[in-house]
């Protein structure tokens, strides 16, 4: 017996070997139950995209087919999608009419799932502060500026309480903190004392956690922001 017959009959005539064949057999099956399932549903990925005042908004950038499932009624749910159609963390998914934030995924196997979470809020951003001529010139004869900073508003997770790795569970934040969950975006920059507003409620922020903010083989960067906040007095 020759010493590659192992290695032969491990691979097939196209170049495949058995675990890879294994792989893409499971992958067939996955597809075939999702495209035939009863509860098959569709999935719309959203893109955050700058308007031409310097603004983000959300919208539509392509739609998936996929099975979805409720973990934690639909605050939480599970999205089981075609295998090699993965999304990635910090990613917007819109479905029944609400939008989520892929906060977790799972690959194993050929079984793509993201875990998505329901933005129950919108927060304020602040974008870059530009200067713009007013078409009018000052007593010296110079032309007059303004300086212009763009606000608009993202979808977020909202929560009072966050993850014990100790024991799986939520534990509730302490009184008057709150914590945000918001997609990086190199554009959007949400600092350390930044000021912000949930339900009429003023909150400062404590920190900026990028634990969950990956970096792909391509360099390219993508996942979510765990921000901080601190109740505040109101001002009246």
């Known amino acids: ?42 999935v719309e990925l959203l893109q955050l995209e700058e308007q031409s005042d310097k603004t983000y908004t959300l919208i ?17 749910r599970t999205i089981l999608f075609l295998p090699d159609e993965d999304v990635q963390m910090g990613s917007y998914v819109k479905y029944d009419n609400k939008t989520y934030l892929v906060t977790n995924i799972s690959d194993v196997n050929g079984y ?18 530009t200067e713009i001529l007013t078409g ?5 004869g110079k032309p007059k500026k303004i300086t212009v900073q763009p606000e608009f508003y993202i979808p977020c997770v909202s929560t009072s309480k966050i993850y014990s790795v100790l024991d799986n569970s939520q534990m509730p934040l302490p009184e008057g903190a709150i914590m945000i969950y918001l997609p990086y975006h190199k554009e959007i920059d949400i600092p350390v004392n930044y000021e912000f507003q949930i339900h009429g409620d003023n909150y400062q922020v404590t920190t900026v956690n990028k634990i969950n903010v990956l970096t792909d083989e391509n360099g390219f960067v993508y996942g979510y922001l765990e921000i901080r906040g601190q109740r505040r007095q109101n001002v009246k």
Do not use: W
Not at 60 to 76: G, L, M, N, Q, R
């Open 136 to 140: 009018e010139k000052d007593i010296y």
């Open 1 to 42: 017996m020759s010493k590659y017959s192992a290695f032969r009959n491990r691979v097939k005539a196209g170049g495949e070997t058995h675990l890879d064949g294994f792989r893409n057999a499971t992958k067939r099956q996955i597809r075939a139950y999702i495209q035939n399932s009863p509860t098959r549903s569709e």
């Open 112 to 129: 793509p799932q993201s875990f998505v979470e329901y933005c129950n809020q919108s927060i304020k951003v602040k974008g870059e502060k």
């Open 60 to 76: 539509p950038a392509e739609t998936k087919i996929a099975i979805v499932s409720d973990k934690e009624t639909f605050y939480k």
